[in-house]
């Protein structure tokens, strides 16, 4: 029995590269938020490549963590985000190329936010068991895939869209990224003071 307990707690390396992988994916979130709202809506050039930038960024994010992980071949949801954030940031940038509308592009990173939420969600699934503090994962998956929805159904509408469209979507993102981080630093604060104490 007490085997099985320490089978599934996580090394201290293991729990330590999450917290700065949230981190991490906070800060890039933010900071893409901060750009699109203050400079690149204004700025056609700066905001198509950061549309491409975005789905490129998840897809090397998940490829470092799933390396960090057992690599992909141990954690199918992020191998099948990997492959999909790349197919999005190319036809993102093949997209912008052409010259295609705003709309159009749109309705790519919206069916990319709803997989790649589908695939977080697995993610953290498999990951509660070994880590715990995964709740706000599973939260912003869903609300991606929600939100891949709700930028699709947006993109046909008769307003205008633009990259401050996306802006909420990466902002909700990097909410959540950064209350997983400071939740598992605090459990595994907890854990540390509960073995320090028996």
Same mark, same amino acid.
């Given at each position: 029995?007490?085997?099985?307990?320490?089978?599934?707690? #996580?090394?201290? *390396?293991?729990?330590?590269?999450?917290?700065?992988?949230?981190?991490?994916?906070?800060?890039?979130?933010?900071? &893409?938020?901060?750009?699109?709202?203050?400079?690149?809506?204004?700025? #056609? $050039?700066?905001?198509?490549?950061?549309?491409?930038?975005?789905? /490129? &960024?998840?897809?090397?994010?998940?490829? =470092?963590?799933?390396?960090?992980?057992?690599?992909?071949?141990?954690?199918? $949801?992020?191998?099948?985000?990997?492959?999909?954030?790349?197919?999005?940031?190319?036809?993102?940038?093949?997209?912008?190329?052409?010259? *295609?509308?705003?709309?159009?592009?749109?309705?790519?990173?919206? =069916? &990319?936010? !709803?997989?790649?939420? =589908?695939?977080?969600? /697995?993610?953290?699934? !498999?990951? &509660?068991?070994?880590?715990?503090?995964?709740?706000?994962?599973?939260?912003?998956?869903?609300?991606?895939?929600?939100?891949?929805?709700?930028?699709?159904?947006?993109?046909?509408?008769?307003?205008?869209? !633009?990259?401050?469209?996306?802006? #909420?979507?990466?902002?909700?993102?990097?909410?959540?990224?950064?209350?997983? /981080?400071?939740?598992?630093? =605090? *459990?595994?604060?907890?854990? !540390?003071?509960?073995?320090?104490?028996?």
């Amino acid at each position: 029995m007490v085997t099985q307990t320490v089978e599934h707690q #996580p090394a201290p *390396s293991a729990s330590g590269w999450l917290k700065r992988y949230y981190f991490t994916r906070f800060a890039f979130s933010a900071a &893409w938020v901060l750009i699109a709202i203050s400079v690149a809506k204004s700025n #056609p $050039s700066l905001a198509a490549v950061m549309l491409v930038a975005y789905p /490129a &960024w998840d897809a090397i994010a998940n490829f =470092i963590d799933a390396q960090r992980s057992g690599g992909l071949r141990r954690n199918k $949801s992020q191998l099948l985000n990997f492959i999909f954030s790349i197919l999005t940031a190319i036809a993102v940038a093949v997209a912008v190329a052409l010259g *295609s509308s705003l709309n159009s592009v749109l309705v790519v990173i919206g =069916i &990319w936010a !709803g997989f790649s939420g =589908i695939f977080q969600l /697995a993610t953290a699934v !498999g990951r &509660w068991k070994s880590f715990g503090a995964q709740w706000a994962m599973i939260l912003s998956g869903a609300q991606s895939a929600l939100a891949g929805v709700f930028m699709i159904f947006m993109a046909y509408g008769p307003d205008p869209v !633009g990259i401050a469209n996306i802006a #909420p979507y990466a902002a909700f993102g990097a909410f959540y990224f950064a209350v997983s /981080a400071i939740w598992l630093t =605090i *459990s595994d604060a907890r854990k !540390g003071g509960l073995r320090t104490a028996s």
